[in-house]
């Protein structure tokens, strides 16, 4: 089991930038593909960025491709989300997940076994 941690949230101006992190612990943490997701008001929890095991492979929803950059440090137990050029859209709770299986970089909520508590993101206009 893997407990997540996320933090680095808060508000700031549409154009600007956040870098959320998100601390891991327990079992081994590279054995873990992490991803991102967020959840605004009254909508559905959506997929953000995947990255692999050894983060040698990465996925982007459309909306954030070319904006966010995830990243992780395996020495560190953290993932982080790089958030460049900010839009009031992106307002929402970040969520940090954790998936342990070996078969699949997955972008489908459902599947992923652990969450942290979220952060919450604002992007004023």
């Known amino acids: 089991q893997v407990q997540l941690v996320e933090s680095g949230g808060g508000l700031v101006q549409a154009g600007g930038s956040l870098r959320l992190s998100c601390a891991a612990s327990g079992r081994t943490f590279s054995s873990y593909t992490m991803a991102w997701f967020r959840q605004a008001p009254g909508k559905e929890r959506e997929f953000v960025a995947v990255?692999?095991?050894?983060?040698?492979?990465?996925y982007y929803s459309d909306s954030t491709e070319g904006r966010f950059t995830i990243s992780r440090d395996n020495a560190k137990n953290t993932v982080y989300l790089q958030m460049n050029s900010l839009k009031p859209e992106d307002t929402a709770v970040y969520y940090c997940?954790?998936?342990?299986?070996?078969?699949?970089?997955?972008?489908?909520?459902?599947?992923?076994?652990?969450w942290g508590q979220g952060t919450q993101v604002t992007v004023d206009s």
């Open positions: 997940a954790a998936d342990a299986s070996a078969l699949r970089i997955s972008r489908t909520v459902q599947q992923y076994e652990y």
């Open positions: 990255i692999s095991r050894r983060g040698i492979i990465t």
